[in-house]
């Protein structure tokens, strides 16, 4: 094999900086060099990496090997048919830049825009819609992977396909970048008319009157999130829905070429090095009650701009960095509407051990597709940052895991840095089914991570 002289190694870690690894990076210039090194490789060796945004282990590989696919950035837009056709290495950003002035969004858009296609379709993201539009695999009309023997293989979900290919399909949609190195996507699109949403805003005092204006909200609203003050006793949360805003409803005559801009800024750079401790019980209080105190108690019809809608931290750069050099991770799991208590005993668990998190979400789902892995299920999903410092942290999350597994409901892969293979095999009810297809997609056992190590995947 021709050895590329941009193969360097280095230590990274997932987002939330908790799980550090030594590893190559290896740089591909194209498929057909891709393919070599798939082919050439020893077992259990490599991962393909996006642009890091899985907050735990599942894009690293300690003393293995890391795939760039910065090769794969072609776009190609089909007006006509609203779908786009995509290198497994494009970012969102540069997927919006594009589709945007055509007059299209993201089927589903994550918390940043600082992902990739390819690793979008391996933790099978969702966002502030799920409830209407489902997660990212719903929207995928096709991929082409580059499986563990070496082979491109063209998989759909369409119904004329074999049982085989489907399978393949789903197993790849949410299937962590197990199954194989997705190079190529092509997905539908939304079509929009302006470049703004439409927001309804408001402030609730607890968490259930917010849980039942929430589910009331499912039929109103495309988007629907609520961030919640969980070290306050009752709960209380502010509520933002929205849909993509219709060109009447603008309150200003603007030219129409301007009617559809994305022009996201960054606004600051966190600081290089912040202390462990900074963030505390005191200062994130503080910060929660201002932040609070400064949303509005009803206010309908704001227009917002789609990046301040949609990725609102990404205006912050490396903004993981306030939780300071020991990292933190982010507990984000669903139940099922039955078991909706969890989300009040969760807050109450992380408020007694002073957990402070200033970024704690939750979401309505609505039904799962059918990606063996996907996280996404009908019910409710909370995600909390959490620091590593918090004393008591470990029992208090297995109890939590505990009661998740009992209530049907299961933790996020693209998140998690910390739960045990038992809990996961035990969430995870078509784990064997998934097992089965990637060892015949991935013979020779070429891909794997520290996620697929700790819970037992390969």
Not at 11 to 34: M, R
Not at 64 to 82: A, M, P, R, T, W
Request: hydrophobic content about 35%; aromatic content about 8%.
């Amino acid at each position: 094999m021709t050895k590329n002289k941009k193969n360097i190694s280095k230590t990274i870690s997932g987002w939330g900086c908790n799980s550090k690894a030594l590893v190559k990076i290896l740089n591909p210039k194209d498929k057909e060099e891709l393919q070599e090194i798939i082919s050439d490789s020893k077992k259990n060796s490599i991962i393909a990496r996006g642009l890091g945004r899985s907050y735990g282990d599942a894009a690293q590989l300690n003393n293995g090997s890391v795939i760039n696919l910065d090769c794969f950035q072609h776009i190609y837009l089909n007006k006509e048919q609203g779908i786009v056709n995509a290198g497994g290495g494009v970012s969102f950003d540069n997927l919006l830049k594009k589709i945007i002035p055509h007059g299209f969004f993201l089927p589903v858009s994550p918390g940043t825009r600082n992902v990739t296609v390819g690793g979008a379709i391996a933790a099978d993201v969702h966002g502030k819609n799920h409830h209407v539009n489902g997660s990212f695999g719903n929207h995928v009309i096709n991929l082409l992977i580059i499986d563990g023997l070496g082979q491109i293989k063209s998989l759909s979900p369409r119904k004329d396909a074999n049982k085989s290919e489907k399978d393949k399909f789903w197993a790849t949609i949410g299937g962590m970048g197990l199954t194989g190195v997705i190079i190529e996507a092509t997905f539908s699109l939304i079509p929009i008319r302006t470049s703004k949403i439409s927001v309804d805003t408001s402030r609730h005092r607890d968490i259930d009157s917010l849980m039942e204006k929430m589910i009331i909200c499912d039929n109103k609203f495309q988007y629907s999130v609520a961030w919640l003050d969980t070290l306050n006793k009752r709960g209380r949360g502010i509520l933002t829905c929205g849909n993509h805003a219709r060109p009447e409803e603008l309150k200003k005559k603007v030219d129409i070429d301007s009617l559809l801009e994305y022009n996201p800024k960054s606004i600051a750079t966190a600081p290089s090095f912040i202390p462990n401790g900074i963030l505390n019980r005191l200062t994130v209080n503080a910060f929660n009650e201002a932040y609070y105190r400064k949303a509005p108690e009803s206010r309908k019809q704001e227009l917002q701009d789609l990046a301040s809608f949609f990725h609102p931290l990404d205006g912050i750069q490396e903004w993981n960095r306030v939780y300071g050099p020991k990292g933190f991770l982010q507990y984000q799991f669903v139940v099922p509407d039955c078991s909706s208590h969890l989300i009040k005993e969760s807050i109450e668990k992380f408020r007694k051990i002073g957990i402070p998190s200033f970024l704690s979400v939750l979401k309505r789902f609505g039904e799962e597709n059918s990606s063996f892995l996907s996280f996404p299920k009908k019910g409710w999903t909370l995600a909390v940052d959490i620091p590593l410092s918090i004393t008591e942290l470990d029992r208090t999350l297995f109890e939590l895991d505990m009661k998740i597994a009992e209530a049907g409901g299961r933790i996020y892969l693209a998140k998690d840095s910390r739960q045990s293979s038992d809990i996961f095999s035990l969430t995870y009810p078509k784990l064997n089914e998934w097992k089965t297809i990637q060892t015949e997609m991935d013979p020779k056992k070429i891909f794997c991570s520290d996620l697929a190590k700790r819970l037992n995947l390969i």
